[in-house]
């Protein structure tokens, strides 16, 4: 069996990643699976454990980075994000195409170590409209959302890293570009 595609999808706090990510998941033809990620910070209301992320303590996620569980891992506005390995191979070995939604730095880490993973970064179209969306979000103290904003600022000077970027100016019309580039990339690992 073939093994499947890495696909690593990046893009500011707030963007809206995940409603254009929704957009496209279920998508049978592209038999995706997403890569739930070890994270130190809180559980966000409605978010569940083992589906948005596996949540864990500084020690336990420390430990399994020294172990090498983590295929990367980020410091992000003071907590710590991290994929495990196990969870990107059991998804890729069974044929299935795995979905990594992280940052910058883990994206670099991601290039070292697998060059041929399809790297997409989303924009928002405007500042302006990032920082409404992130207010918008309404779940965390002004410092907070200053922080993010300016971490989205020197993000989006590093979209040069990925292979594509797309605007999140329509989250269906995002999904559809995103669709077509996996099918396509699809296509050509079939042809090898
Ligand atoms: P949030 O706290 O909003 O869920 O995520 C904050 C940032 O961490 C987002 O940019 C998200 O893409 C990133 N992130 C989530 N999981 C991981 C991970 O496993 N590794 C890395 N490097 N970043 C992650």
Do not use: H, W
Not at 76 to 101: D, H, Q, S
């Amino acid at each position: 069996m073939e093994k499947g595609l890495l696909i690593v999808i990046s893009g500011p706090s707030g963007v809206g990643k995940g409603t254009v990510i929704k957009n496209f998941i279920d998508d049978p033809e592209l038999k995706l699976a997403f890569s739930v990620s070890m994270t130190t910070r809180e559980k966000r209301a409605g978010e569940e454990e083992g589906v948005n992320y596996y949540y864990v303590s500084k020690e336990e996620f420390l430990k399994a980075r020294e172990n090498g569980e983590l295929l990367e891992s980020a410091e992000f506005v003071g907590n710590y994000y991290g994929t495990p390995v196990k969870e990107v191979e059991r998804i890729r070995n069974a044929g299935k195409n795995v979905l990594l939604e992280i940052e910058v730095q883990g994206c670099r880490q991601v290039r070292e170590k697998v060059p041929d993973a399809i790297t997409i970064f989303i924009i928002p179209p405007s500042m302006e409209e990032l920082e409404k969306r992130i207010r918008g979000r309404n779940t965390e103290p002004e410092e907070i959302v200053q922080e993010r904003l300016a971490k989205a600022a020197r993000e989006l000077e590093m979209t040069n890293q990925y292979k594509y970027v797309i605007c999140n100016d329509d989250a269906e019309l995002a999904a559809d570009i995103i669709r077509l580039i996996i099918k396509r990339q699809m296509e050509l690992a079939n042809r090898k």
